[in-house]
């Protein structure tokens, strides 16, 4: 299939972490399965943190397993830490994820370790998938890239240095996370030229927060910087618990529809996404689902892109 | 005032034409007080159509009179015709914005007369313009210039057409309304370069809706494409009783908090734009007001634009 862009579905990993609710094993699977029928490349399918912490994902080895049946897809994994990569190893994740908390106070809260020790934990996990047969890609996801809610600004070169270290530390490539939403499109660009400056295009793709508004005008903006891979939420679940009031991905239903209406192939079939959307809302009969273009349908000049 | 944009708040006219109560003239008084005290530079305050149509703004010609008497700002109305227009000059409007929509099922719905009949009427209000003392600036907005809810596609070519007649009929400037919020980021660079090869810097702004939740993508993409006047609702009120379904001026609290956020000035303090959300909140409680950051406050690196 030819796109032009590739949008990462975050959904079942940012999406669940943050609801009170636990979502049964079988109805991840069939939104998973939905998701990928929609034509998602990529999902990020669930979290190798110890189930103490987020019982949510208790069932993340089993949900790697029955993704990775899906023929077409992609299976991403979030891990905190280099044990938490040898578990997304086992249970078969074709990429994972670490959190590089760019804040040092986000870092702490988030993960427990300060930024240069979640580096040598990347470290420790590039170890582990060299030692593997599969070697799924690692990817340093930096939070918090472009503003913390606990310390505020955080410094432009901190997050060059970290992408640098990252990359050095034997991660394939490098993800800028937006956690608390406090980008904004001249920002993005900025970040993405200055990052990009030093490593090339192992920067692959951003991961958006619609907390204020500006998800969309963002992901353009990362577009136009030359980026071609976005994270999005379903119905825009998601957000950080270590960053208050961030809460919200960027809505995959309305980020296709911006990148299909502009002409730019996302690959993804909005009407056969609603069925995941359905699924959902009846998982969870009490949250919000967002998205503009869920609500109100799609215009009557509507096309695809071809 | 240093200011980089210009927002031009149309709440007072789109917004309450759409909702079903009446708000006291004393009300509509205070929400332009407090818009202007906010740094709004241009309010389109009321639409001078009868009163029999649209009895929420029988009191337009007070409303002028009164918002004539706050001395930093530009006071705009809407007149749906030549008839409008010597009313709103009798007024004493700044600035008038007679709609000429580029759809003619549209322009027939909304005004009752075709595209070539409204350029008729923007000829037959630059007489009256000329005629008067206080020569007004005359503008055409034109509607439907990204999609009709009735049509589908709209020619851009018609666009075209359309703005080159406006302007030889006597137009100041061409404003492009996206009445039904069908517009996309490429489409709005698109018809933009077009409109401006054409009749280049009498191409001023656009009025945004966010029906599919791209209003402020939109508005980044005709920033980027040079424009520098932009229309918006506070609490994003407004849509087009002849659109259905096209709800929803782009919100001007989140327009100014992404362009202040970039470093782009809009002379607009966000602080006292609440004062007016305040006064719309007690005079339409059951309405919902819209926006992003009115609802999560301002995150914690805000800083205006300097």
């Known amino acids: 299939m030819n796109r032009d862009v590739e949008i990462s579905e975050v959904g079942p990993r940012d999406g669940l972490q943050m609801l009170k609710g636990i979502m049964p094993t079988s109805a991840k699977k069939a939104w998973i399965a939905a998701l990928a029928a929609a034509g998602l490349p990529e999902i990020e399918v669930c979290s190798f943190v110890p189930p103490k912490?987020?019982?949510?994902?208790a069932d993340a080895a089993?949900?790697?397993?029955?993704a990775?049946?899906?023929?077409?897809l992609h299976v991403a994994a979030l891990a905190p830490n280099a044990k938490g990569t040898a578990r997304a190893i086992e249970a078969g994740a074709h990429k994972i994820t670490l959190p590089l908390s760019v804040s040092h106070s986000h870092s702490l809260a988030n993960v427990r370790k300060t930024p240069n020790?979640?580096?040598e934990e990347i470290r420790e996990s590039a170890k582990l998938r060299d030692a593997s047969p599969s070697k799924p890609g690692i990817e340093a996801g930096l939070s918090t890239a472009f503003g913390c809610t606990i310390e505020g600004t955080v410094a432009e070169s901190e997050v060059v240095r970290l992408a640098v270290a990252a990359i050095a530390a034997g991660a394939d490539e490098v993800g800028l996370a937006d956690t608390t939403g406090m980008a904004n499109p001249q920002k993005i660009k900025q970040v993405i030229a200055n990052v990009r400056r030093e490593i090339g295009d192992r920067l692959t793709g951003v991961h958006l927060h619609n907390t204020f508004g500006l998800g969309l005008a963002n992901a353009l903006a990362a577009?136009?910087?030359?980026?071609?891979?976005f994270d999005a939420s379903q119905a825009g679940l998601g957000g950080c618990p270590y960053a208050p009031g961030a809460t919200g991905n960027v809505v995959t239903e309305d980020l296709v529809y911006m990148f299909e209406s502009m002409g730019v192939r996302t690959g993804i079939d909005l009407e056969k996404l609603m069925e995941g959307r359905r699924i959902l809302a009846e998982a969870f009969p009490n949250e919000p689902l967002y998205g503009y273009v869920p609500a109100i349908g799609l215009p009557k000049n509507y096309r695809p892109a071809a």
């Open 117 to 119: 020790e979640m580096v």
């Open 62 to 66: 089993e949900v790697v397993a029955y």
């Open 53 to 57: 912490l987020l019982p949510q994902m």
């Open 68 to 72: 990775r049946t899906l023929p077409t």
């Open 223 to 229: 577009y136009e910087a030359g980026l071609r891979t």
